[in-house]
């Protein structure tokens, strides 16, 4: 292993929900858009890691095994472009409020252990596709995906023969709200 590795938290997608996602993207947008998001990395972050040492690594896993959050459900009912970054998104309109508490705590947690975090406010979407500069032609909607979260997990980011792959390190269930 090396020193530093590509670390972020975030909730992963159904295998079925990626399917849905992916199938309905390539109905949606014209081939041209950007680079897709391979189906296997399709997920919500949470906090941004960057590259971080093993020490800080076990010290942010040590961190999360004690967060106490709970489940959630959320529709993925909006969906955007941001042409400064490139990223075209799915998302939602309302996001509930136990994922913004697990995420605030998660990056406050990741900024206290020297991991910068982006003064932007959290806004939680899964990117469809990458590299899309040039002006993009929005679906009026989404399909308004449920997306039952119910646990989250720490993710390395690697980039291997051309394309970045996610590999799950870590995961921790959430809490029935009855149960906290």
């Known amino acids: 292993m090396s020193a530093e590795r590509r670390l972020f938290f975030a909730l992963s997608l159904p295998a079925k929900l990626q399917k849905q996602v992916i199938k309905w993207r390539a109905e949606c947008f014209p081939q041209d858009t950007g680079r897709p998001v391979a189906a296997a990395n399709l997920h919500i972050t949470l906090a941004f890691l960057g590259e971080i040492s093993e020490l800080k690594a076990e010290a942010l896993i040590r961190v999360a095994g004690r967060i106490q959050a709970q489940k959630f459900s959320m529709h993925l009912d909006d969906i955007g472009h941001w042409p400064g970054s490139g990223v075209v998104w799915i998302g939602a309109k309302r996001a509930p409020n136990a994922l913004l508490q697990l995420a605030s ?5 990741a900024a206290r252990n020297g991991c910068h975090q982006s003064a932007l406010p959290f806004h939680p979407h899964v990117s469809l596709y990458r590299s899309a500069t040039r002006p993009v032609a929005i679906p009026p909607a989404t399909p308004q995906w449920l997306l039952e979260a119910d646990a989250f997990s720490l993710y390395e980011s ?9 590999r799950c390190l870590r995961t921790w269930p959430l809490a029935d709200a009855s149960a906290l």
């Open 105 to 109: 705590v998660l990056r406050s947690h």
């Open 158 to 166: 690697t980039y291997e023969r051309g394309r970045t792959r996610y």
